[in-house]
């Protein structure tokens, strides 16, 4: 299984700001997932990334406030852009399982706060 | 809509006491099935999965899980937990063509001693 980590782990954000979240991973992989999990929610997909094309975003995710950017098969950024309180979450960044697995290996999260 | 369900959303037993959690989706046509933990404190864990071939599955730390393809359910089961299980289980699902996994509500399990 992949190591995944994040940074930061949490932060605590004025509205309007946006905040850059980083997802390291030990080894080359293809895909890449970006996930929002709510205050007492489950984990919702945001988008998939793939190294050398631009993301693909779920329903009611944009790229404007979500860009997300992966320069190589280790790394990529998710960026919050304009924050508000609604957008107080923890993100998670996964990676797919090597072959032919469907597994997804997940990072450790960052918590966001937007006051 | 397709949907994963999880039946409860907090569940508190005993150690020794047995548990299942329900989980039941709402895609047709091939599924691959998984169930993860989270423990406090902890980044999310696959506990089990399953692909296909024998629905019975076992996952690490004494859980099992059953496929039920007819009633659309992959019931997580463990005979005796213990304090050490308690963590908030997700049931997660991919029906089509790789990687969009749909998240249950999850599960909080707490275990007293």
């Known amino acids: 299984s992949a190591v995944i980590s994040q940074k930061p782990s949490r932060d605590i954000c004025q509205r309007g700001t946006s905040l850059t979240i980083q997802c390291q991973v030990d080894?080359?992989?293809?895909?890449m997932f970006w996930y929002r999990q709510q205050p007492g929610q489950s984990l919702t997909l945001i988008a998939t990334?793939?190294?050398?094309?631009?993301?693909?975003?779920e329903s009611g995710f944009v790229i404007d406030k979500f860009p997300i950017s992966r320069p190589n098969l280790t790394f990529s950024t998710l960026t919050v852009s304009n924050m508000s309180p609604e957008d107080s979450s923890i993100y998670l960044c996964?990676?797919?399982?090597?072959?032919?697995?469907?597994?997804?290996?997940f990072g450790p999260g960052t918590r966001l706060t937007v006051t | 809509a397709q949907s994963v369900s999880q039946h409860n959303h907090h569940v508190i037993l005993s150690e020794a006491a047995s548990l299942e959690l329900g989980c039941n989706y709402s895609?047709?046509?091939?599924?691959?099935l998984f169930w993860y933990v989270q423990y406090p404190g902890q980044h999310l864990q696959l506990l089990l999965k399953?692909?296909?071939?024998?629905?019975l599955v076992k996952g690490i730390k004494g859980f099992e899980a059953e496929f039920i393809k007819s009633k659309f359910s992959f019931n997580l089961r463990k005979p005796s937990v213990q304090w050490s299980d308690t963590a908030e289980y997700f049931c997660?699902?991919?029906?089509?063509?790789?990687?969009?996994?749909?998240f249950g509500a999850g599960t909080q399990v707490v275990v007293t001693p």
């Open positions: 399953y692909f296909s071939g024998d629905p």
């Open positions: 997660a699902v991919i029906s089509d063509s790789w990687g969009k996994l749909q």
């Open positions: 990334a793939n190294q050398g094309s631009e993301a693909t975003y």
């Open positions: 996964s990676v797919a399982g090597a072959g032919s697995s469907y597994e997804q290996y």
């Open positions: 895609y047709g046509g091939t599924v691959n």
């Open positions: 080894s080359q992989v293809t895909m």
